[in-house]
């Protein structure tokens, strides 16, 4: 397990880190740029690519890497791809120019009203499986209780008592039902709206 954290440490932090020595001492500022506007990623970008090539000595140039970030995204907030965005659930910075953020948003949302729908879609079946596994094991209680009510030797409280649990599993089990159809229902009515 703590090997298993290990590596998922490494993997996030390696996420984070900026820029590496090589890139820095290349500085291809304007593909740096680019790559990062065609990412999406937000202005404060270059702060961390600062500070990560300062540690090298190295300065950036901000007129080339903003050139490229510009023209990265251009192609970032095309409507395409942010009707892809929102299909995937990504959130939005807010970084497209004035021009393209109306068409890329318009584009986002209904892309982002899929996704959604597609979680809801998502967690009525996990509740549906839910429940039958709850009616799974209600059955199981059922039938133990059932074997235990018959069996010999048992006294009328505890006749009594088993059959107080079995009127209360029986009842679950009906609630359970209507719950079920309930589910059935919104399914379906989720499904057609996909």
């Not at 029986?170 to 229902?185: A, C, F, G, T, W």
């Amino acid at each position: 397990m703590r090997k298993l954290f290990i590596c998922l440490l490494a993997l996030v932090c390696g996420g984070c880190a900026s820029l590496n020595r090589e890139e820095c001492v290349t500085g291809d500022w304007y593909g740096i740029g680019y790559r990062d506007g065609v990412q999406g990623r937000v202005k404060s970008q270059v702060a961390r690519h600062q500070k990560a090539c300062s540690e090298y000595q190295i300065k950036l140039d901000l007129e080339e890497y903003m050139r490229g970030r510009e023209q990265g995204l251009r192609g970032y907030c095309t409507p395409g791809n942010g009707y892809r965005q929102g299909v995937r659930g990504a959130g939005y910075n807010y970084v497209c120019p004035r021009e393209y953020e109306a068409d890329f948003l318009t584009a986002y949302k209904r892309g982002r009203e899929l996704y959604l729908q597609e979680q809801e879609v998502k967690r009525l079946e996990q509740e549906l499986k839910e429940l039958q596994a709850d009616e799974e094991d209600l059955d199981d209680k059922i039938k133990q209780t059932e074997a235990t009510l018959v069996a010999d030797g048992i006294t009328k409280a505890q006749r009594q008592r088993l059959l107080n649990e079995l009127r209360s599993y029986e009842k679950q089990k009906l609630e359970n039902r209507v719950d079920y159809h309930i589910l059935i229902s919104e399914l379906r009515r989720e499904r057609l709206q996909l």
